[in-house]
C-alpha cells in the first residue's frame, strides 16, 4: 500500500473560557511513504496539534485529512480506532506505561482484544533492538525514563504500522539510545517502506530527517528536502 496522507485546508481552533485559541490555520500538506518529516517549531507553534490531527486522534475545525481516498472526517470513532490501529504507530511525549504490565505487555497492549499473531515474538524482537532484551519483563516503575520511553516506541511499532507519528519521541533517551532510535527508524524505512513524521523544537534531531516542516503561530512557514549535512 502507498497511500499518502493528505491536509487539505486544515484549521484548529481551541474553544477557551473567554478566548479561543487557534492552533492551526490553512495548512495544506502531504506526507509520503517512505519519506522521515521533521516537523520543527516553537513552543506553542502547533506541532502536537499538527501531530494529534495527522494521527486522527482529534479531529480538525476546519479542512479535511486523507489516508489514500479515504476522508477520515467520514468515518465514526469506533471505525475511526481500527483505521488508526490499522496504520498508525504513536509515540507521545508522555508515554502513558500501563502500571501493572511489564514492559513486553505493554508493547503488546495495542493488541488487546484483538487477533496477536506472532506478536509476542515480534515484541521481544523490538524490545531487544532498543536495548531492553533483559528488562522485557520489568514492571514500568523498575525502568528509567529513558527505558519506558523505549517501551513506548516498541509499542508503536509492534503492528508494523505504514506510519510512525512521534511527539519529541526522544526527550529522555541519552545521545547512545536516541541514535539507536534513529537508526531503527532508517531501517523502517528501508525494510518497510513506513512512512515518519517526527515533532521536535531540536533542530540537530531534524537532521536525521529528509524533510523539515516548519511551523509559525500556527502556520506553515517553511517545507523542504535536506540533502546530508546541509541540512538546517
Ligand atoms: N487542549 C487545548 N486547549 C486549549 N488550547 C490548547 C490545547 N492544546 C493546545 N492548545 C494551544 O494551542 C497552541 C498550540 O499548541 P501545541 O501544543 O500544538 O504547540 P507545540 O508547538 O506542540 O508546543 P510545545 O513545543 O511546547 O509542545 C498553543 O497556544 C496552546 O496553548
Known amino acids: ?23 492551526l490555520s490553512e495548512i495544506d500538506l502531504t506526507f509520503r511513504r517512505k519519506e522521515f ?16 490531527l495527522i494521527g486522527t486522534l482529534d479531529r480538525p475545525t476546519s479542512g479535511r485529512v486523507y489516508y489514500g481516498d479515504t476522508d477520515t472526517s467520514r468515518l465514526k470513532a469506533d471505525r475511526l ?9 504513536l509515540v507521545f511525549q508522555h508515554f502513558h506505561l500501563l502500571p501493572a504490565l511489564t514492559a513486553v505487555e505493554n508493547v503488546l497492549s495495542p493488541f488487546f482484544g484483538r487477533r496477536r ?12 533492538r532498543l536495548g531492553l532484551g533483559a528488562k522485557a519483563h520489568a514492571l514500568p516503575s523498575q525502568l528509567s525514563g529513558g527505558e519506558q520511553q523505549r517501551v513506548a516506541i516498541a509499542r508503536a511499532l509492534v503492528n508494523d504500522p505504514d506510519w510512525l507519528l512521534a511527539d519529541e519521541p526522544t526527550g529522555n533517551l541519552d545521545s547512545r539510545n536516541a541514535e539507536r532510535f534513529f537508526d531503527l527508524l532508517q531501517e523502517l524505512k528501508t525494510e518497510t517502506g ?4 517526527l515533532v521536535t523544537h531540536d533542530l540537530q534531531l531534524a ?10 503561530d500556527g502556520r506553515l512557514v517553511g517545507d523542504r528536502g535536506l540533502a546530508g549535512d546541509d541540512a538546517c
Request: net charge positive.
Open 207 to 216: 537532521r536525521w530527517a529528509d524533510r523539515l516542516v516548519e511551523i509559525k
Open 117 to 128: 499473531g506472532d506478536a509476542r515474538a515480534k515484541a521481544e524482537r523490538l524490545l531487544d
Open 81 to 89: 480506532a481500527d483505521f488508526r490501529f490499522e496504520r498508525v504507530g
Open 194 to 197: 513506513c512512512g515518519i513524521i
Open 37 to 52: 518529516t521533521a516537523i520543527i517549531g516553537a513552543s506553542g507553534s502547533g506541532k502536537s496539534t499538527l501531530l494529534g
Open 1 to 23: 500500500m502507498s497511500e499518502e496522507i493528505r491536509l487539505v485546508g486544515i484549521g484548529k481552533t481551541y474553544a477557551g473560557g473567554n478566548a479561543a485559541t487557534a492552533a
